[in-house]
């Protein structure tokens, strides 16, 4: 597509559960973030993938978040046994590569955890 | 570890005023990146800007990279309310191959 694409938009679950995230980036696009914005807060980092190396999970809040790109692509973000302060919009965004330009982001999916 | 900070945090500002927001880190950086997010709506890249002392404009708006390289600022002339929004830095750092956000300003414009 011409953009990054994510899904779901919206995701309403129950504490506990388990849910996944997809981000499919723009095409060509070696770098790959994932970012958690909750309700008027700042962009928390969350995962960044580049190329075939080694992820940067320094971001990751707890062992119940995961994250896999699969082919250098689409990206999941997976979070086990979701909790209240789970709830947050979380960002995908993609460029060329980490040094250069500019980050495209998605619409981000909107997580609520009852 | 790796901190930009930026302030205010919130702005209010009669349409037609200029506006400033301003964004320090604690370390040099490589380049920095703004962004401007609407309410509801995604970080869109405003500009890039690599070289120390480095100003660049884009109409109303003028973005100004520090000698040092760990400060910016982002500032709006004759604000508009299509100026509305959350506009974040992002800071590359030397050593790393991550973006750094600033913690973001919210601009409100009053008709």
């Known amino acids: 597509g011409a953009g990054v694409s994510q899904s779901p938009s919206n995701k309403v679950t129950e504490k506990g559960k388990d849910v996944e995230l997809r981000c499919d980036p723009i095409?060509?696009?070696?770098?790959l973030y994932w970012y958690r914005q909750s309700l008027g807060q700042g962009l928390e980092f969350l995962i960044y993938?580049?190329?075939?190396?080694?992820?940067?999970k320094s971001g990751l809040p707890s062992d119940r978040f995961s994250a896999e790109r699969t082919g250098g692509s689409v990206s999941t973000l997976t979070i086990q046994r979701t909790q209240q302060e789970d709830s947050a919009v979380y960002l995908c965004?993609?460029?060329?590569?980490?040094?250069?330009?500019?980050?495209?982001f998605g619409e981000g999916s909107r997580l609520t955890v009852l | 570890g790796q901190q930009v900070m930026q302030i205010p945090q919130y702005q209010h500002v009669q349409e037609g005023e200029d506006f400033t927001t301003y964004c320090n880190s604690s370390?040099?950086?490589?380049?920095i990146q703004w962004y401007k997010q609407r309410p509801g709506g995604h970080p869109v890249f405003l500009i890039q800007?690599?070289?120390?002392?480095e100003v660049k404009k884009q109409k109303r708006l003028t973005f100004q990279f520090g000698e040092a390289k760990k400060n910016s600022s982002l500032h709006i002339t004759a604000t508009q309310t299509t100026d509305v929004g959350t506009y974040f830095c992002?800071?590359?750092?030397?050593?790393?191959?991550?973006?750094?956000f600033g913690t973001g300003t919210s601009l409100t414009v009053i008709p």
């Open positions: 965004a993609s460029s060329f590569g980490p040094y250069t330009g500019e980050l495209f």
């Open positions: 095409s060509g696009h070696t770098a």
């Open positions: 993938f580049q190329g075939n190396s080694a992820p940067d």
């Open positions: 370390t040099t950086l490589s380049n």
């Open positions: 800007l690599v070289k120390s002392g």
């Open positions: 992002a800071g590359l750092s030397n050593t790393g191959n991550q973006f750094y």
